[in-house]
């Protein structure tokens, strides 16, 4: 079974529009979350990352996500999209009693038209 | 060097056939990582080093894959009698640091060897 849902498979988007993407996970107690981004033709890259404190994350980019325990949500937001943001965004997550493994989500694809 | 380096870059094997991927992490890099990537699909765990231990092989999905580490840098993954479902993108990941100071440093992905098993 999936541990860690993302609702959209393929997200298309005109630029200066506003970006949701969700996920959502299924475990139970401290979980450390991430979300990591692939541009076309490039490595995976970490955009951002919660692991305690405040739970409206800031990354690179302009983009943050928000932790909503009670939802086991961790949705990552843009105000305004750019051309530039055009990737694969994959949401993740470590299981504190699991070391260092993280476990991603099938990803979204978020294509910006110009 | 720079970053995770991954050899080959794309690797067509034919049924039954034996590969070995190999995995160049960052130099000094003590956490290294095995993800294989479906098509349409997110990385999915396969093993974990810490210099040379391997200290978690729970995503190897047959007896068929194996992966070493022996002096602690350099990581091959090994799949024998490959199979079709074996196809998709095999990714290293390394790290400066074990445990929470490495996720708080993100990992270093490479580029990834493409298999395609025919």
């Known amino acids: 079974a999936q541990s860690v849902s993302q609702h959209n498979h393929h997200v298309i988007l005109s630029e200066a529009a506003s970006l949701e993407l969700g996920c959502n996970y299924s475990?139970?107690?401290?979980?450390?979350l991430f979300w990591y981004v692939q541009y076309p033709g490039q490595h995976l890259q970490l955009l951002l990352k919660y692991f305690s404190g405040d739970p409206l994350v800031k990354g690179i980019k302009g983009f943050e996500a928000e932790f909503i325990k009670s939802k086991f949500s961790f949705n990552l937001r843009k105000p305004s999209v750019q051309w530039s943001d055009t990737a694969e965004y994959f949401c993740?997550?470590?299981?504190?009693?699991?070391?260092?493994?993280?476990?991603f989500g099938s990803g979204t694809r978020l294509s910006i038209r110009p | 060097g720079a970053g995770v380096s991954q050899s080959p870059r794309y690797k067509v094997a034919k049924r039954g056939q034996d590969v070995a991927l190999r995995c160049d992490p960052i130099?000094?890099?003590?956490?290294l990582f095995w993800y294989q990537q479906a098509l349409g699909q997110g990385p999915e765990f396969l093993t974990y080093f810490q210099n040379e231990a391997q200290l978690d092989k729970s995503g190897l999905p047959s007896d068929r894959f194996f992966a070493e580490r022996p002096e602690g840098s350099v990581s091959t993954l090994k799949i024998q009698r490959t199979q079709q479902e074996d196809s998709a993108v095999y990714l290293c990941a390394s790290s400066s640091r074990t445990g929470t100071g490495g996720l708080s440093d993100g990992y270093t992905f490479g580029s990834g060897t493409r298999l395609t098993v025919v």
């Open positions: 993740a997550v470590n299981r504190y009693s699991s070391a260092s493994k993280i476990i």
């Open positions: 130099s000094g890099h003590v956490s």
């Open positions: 475990y139970g107690g401290t979980v450390n």
